[in-house]
């Protein structure tokens, strides 16, 4: 097993999903790092649940069933999406309340719009919803044979700094670092973009149409501190968001102006 940080207390409990499922290196790599903190759970999905963002399961029975990750670490898998892994390891897997939540490592980018897409992310604005303080982390390389060190340096700085600062309620960190070591760590601001949708048509053996999602993320502002142009530099970025969704400046105008 790896060092323990200064901080290392069994009495944390760190809970550990993701969004690629329990069978993802990358949730392996980040359980490690959670392990130098304290104790680890590992709640994530038994399958690939990538861009299904906050999805909830309400119309299936959710069933956990344990599996051993590798000889250090075993975990519950659960048949349900990322947000469904944090509600029901909080709620009725753990024996006590987790004290942090990290999901990831994310195999793929969440900086820019994906964070709306993001299970990964997601996974962790549910620990924040919960009050649980919460981070995210994600490799930009989506092969599943990164080296995900640098990321897991990020991840050690920044539930470093979450243990040494607390986190304001509401608030949770988006951390995303390219493969390889890490070079530098940086604030960051979550770049406003969107994807050019392309459609890849093909038929299928019987004859039917269908239709294969593709796109290019285009980067809509040219702000030096945003996280998709920093982390062109070879920077790692650490975004704070948050889940209140309403936009404050326009109510206070409408608010203040307009009457309907
Ligand atoms: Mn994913």
């Known amino acids: 097993m790896t060092k323990k940080s200064k901080y290392f207390t069994k009495d944390r409990n760190i809970l550990v999903s993701n969004d690629d499922g329990i069978f993802s290196p990358g949730i392996k ?39 051993q990750i590798d000889d250090n670490f075993e975990g519950q898998a659960i048949n349900g999406t990322p947000a469904d892994c944090v509600k029901l390891a909080q709620s009725k897997l753990m024996k006590q309340q987790p004290d942090l939540v990290l999901s990831g490592i994310n195999h793929g980018s969440n900086a820019g719009i994906n964070i709306i897409y993001s299970g990964t992310v997601s996974a962790a604005t549910e620990g924040t919803i919960l009050g649980i303080p919460s981070i995210a982390v994600s490799c930009l390389e989506f092969s599943e044979s990164a080296d995900l060190s640098g990321c897991q340096e990020a991840a050690r700085r920044v539930i470093t700094f979450v243990l040494e600062n607390g986190l304001p309620r509401g608030i949770t960190l988006n951390v995303n670092a390219p493969a390889g ?53 070879g920077a790692a970025t650490v975004t704070p968001i948050q889940y209140d969704l309403t936009s404050h400046d326009f109510y206070q105008k409408v608010n203040r102006e307009q009457t309907l």
């Open 181 to 233: 070591p890490l070079k530098d760590l940086f604030w960051a601001k979550q770049a406003n973009s969107r994807y050019i949708e392309e459609f890849e048509a093909r038929v299928d053996p019987h004859n039917r149409p269908y239709f294969w999602i593709t796109g290019k993320l285009e980067i809509l502002d040219n702000d030096e501190d945003l996280d998709l142009n920093i982390l062109k530099t």
């Open 29 to 67: 790599a980040l359980a490690e790092v959670a392990a130098e903190f304290g104790t680890v759970h590992v709640v994530a999905p038994d399958r690939q649940q990538s861009a299904v963002g906050h999805a909830i399961t309400v119309s299936d029975p959710l069933r956990a069933t344990s599996f």
